[in-house]
């Protein structure tokens, strides 16, 4: 509708340029003017600002310019508009006519999952990282905001119709792993080995290095052995933790809703890495004190090693293998990372460095910063180290919500079951619901509430369409869900439905789905508003077929929608 109404604004400026000598001026202009959706359902559902595009032209006021072209605008020819007006300061907004919400409407039901699809990625490829976490150590509430804003991006992005290969680019080599192989060694817990362990001794291997000369020559040692893969203790321990790790990593993101195509470690494209930044001395890279690094001063950034005096490769040159070993093993369009803000300066240096190797690499890599996650209203112990772990801050959550349903008649393992969702919508909700890059804050008490901005309440509004549609079937209404024209007033929430394509695409160009969250709590909000003076189950209402399936169509987009976001929905809460 936006290019139609494009062109008949188009088609109406042609009439005043022939008509009147004052509008001549802009005879040979491109107008460059946008047809948006009106910010507020009661003021129409399209607005443009081409008044105020031409008001310098014209040296007229925008309103005059707009109350002009709506004159001139035809809308006879086209029964799915109902009407257009100016508006101050010099909008023109468009009214979408009963017929065209009607059909609109039909349209959701029958397209039922499929709604919300978009075909502004079709046939491109995507590569997604997220979720890479640091084996040997347990999963943080780092790795869930992660998680959470990368799990939801991969599925906008399948929903724009793009192929994407999603994948996690695991920590299983580096200083840290040796600290944590050294203390198990220590503590003797090699037959013991649990990913509580794991973290414990981590935490153990990090204070003695600092504080330990002895501890840290050692740590030195294991490092090296497990950088070259020497068949030795440490090996064997190594490679046992690896495995309880991995295991670990794919239960706590199976928890959360995730699993990867594939996954790709940082032992391999660290070899890869150490190659490309060799071949490219002194070209891009220059030896220094021993070490290899890259003068990032030289472009702005900073100057950074990526081959450090003891041969090993850092990060940043893990990152530059990784990137050479992604364009050798998949073809796509482009490649998508989520990272933690904090990151943002070392993918500063990253991309400039793959820029001068490869300049495709630069240009075919997105790097998406997340913010930092804290807490209001309650505190989360740290176990291991200064980082809450996410299974303890999921559980705790999740107690609070059992708390809240235990006088409700649901057997115990349903109980269970919904605490357990609401727990993990709570959370992802309150992560996804602010813009990429912002810091979040978790309110315990907010976060898990069944009213307001909160996951549950998303949930909960799904569940009222659920017990609705299914009080009308136990009443023995006919659900043929046939969408008539309305002969009363259009509900505000039947014009928000359709606005889930746009929040699903606009999620995906700023790659931030805060646009969806915020959209569907908007729906929910209307939704709620609409039951509240609606009896929807009203034979005496001449509006009831048209109700159940406004009802059937929200049903469909806050599943899809919730579906999204990666947020489970429930038949009954």
Known sequence: ??????????????????????????????????????????????????????????????????????????????????????????YINFYFSKKYFAENISEVIEQNEKWGESEILKNQKFIFEHSSPNL????????????????????????????????????????????????????????????????????????????DE?????????????????????????????????????NITQRLGSQFDDLIFESEAEKVG?????????????????????????????????INSQGFGTYLAKDIGLLKIKFDKFDFDESITIADVEQQDHFKLVRKASELIDREWAEKSLYVQHGRLGFSGGKISSRYGNVPLADDLINSVKEKILNKIKEQDFSQEEKNDIAEKVAISALKYSILRCSA??????????ATAFEGDTGPYLQYALVRTNSILKNAEEAGVDLNFEFQERK????????????????????FQEKSP?????????????????????????????????????????QITLKNGLELLGIETLERM
């Not at 081409?50 to 040296?59: E, Q, R, S, Y």
């Open 214 to 250: 002895k501890a840290k020559a050692e740590i030195d040692v294991i490092n090296k052995i497990l950088y070259d893969q020497k068949e030795s203790e440490e090996l064997n321990i190594y490679k046992k933790g690896q495995k309880i790790s991995l295991e670990y990593f794919k």
């Open 1 to 90: 509708m936006k290019e139609v109404i494009k062109k008949k604004i188009e088609e109406a400026l042609s009439e005043l340029i022939s008509k009147d000598e004052d509008w001549k001026i802009i005879i040979e202009e491109k107008i460059n003017f946008s047809v948006e959706n009106s910010r507020d359902e009661k003021f129409g559902d399209l607005a443009a600002n081409v008044g105020m595009v031409l008001a310098n032209k014209l040296k007229m006021s925008p309103l005059q310019i707009a109350e002009q072209i709506v004159e001139n605008l035809n809308l006879r020819d086209d029964d799915n508009l109902e009407k257009a007006e100016a508006v101050a300061p010099g």
């Open 488 to 507: 009363n007033e259009i509900p505000l929430v039947e014009k928000m439905i359709l606005k889930f394509p746009q929040a699903v695409e606009k999620s």
């Open 514 to 554: 805060h646009h969806l969250a915020n959209y569907l709590f908007k729906l929910s909000s209307e939704f709620s508003s609409f039951y509240g003076k609606t009896k929807v189950v009203d034979e005496k209402n001449p509006e009831m077929q048209n109700n159940l399936a406004l009802v059937r169509a929200l």
């Open 437 to 446: 890059g912002k810091n979040i804050v978790f309110d315990f008490e907010k």
């Open 274 to 306: 150490k190659e490309i930044v060799k071949k490219n001395v002194p070209k891009i890279f220059k030896e220094s004190d021993g070490a290899i690094i890259f003068p990032g001063s030289e472009y702005g950034l900073f100057d950074n090693v990526f």
């Open 136 to 211: 040997f150590k347990p999963f943080h509430i780092g790795h869930l905001v992660n998680n959470s804003i990368g799990e939801s991006l991969a599925r906008i992005i399948k929903k724009c119709q793009a192929e994407v290969e999603t994948l996690s680019f695991p920590s299983d080599i580096s200083p840290g792993i040796a600290k944590t192989v050294w203390a198990i060694k220590e503590k003797k817990w090699q037959d013991e080995m649990t990913i509580e362990k794991i973290g414990e001794a981590y935490v153990f291997g990090s204070a003695h290095y600092k504080e």
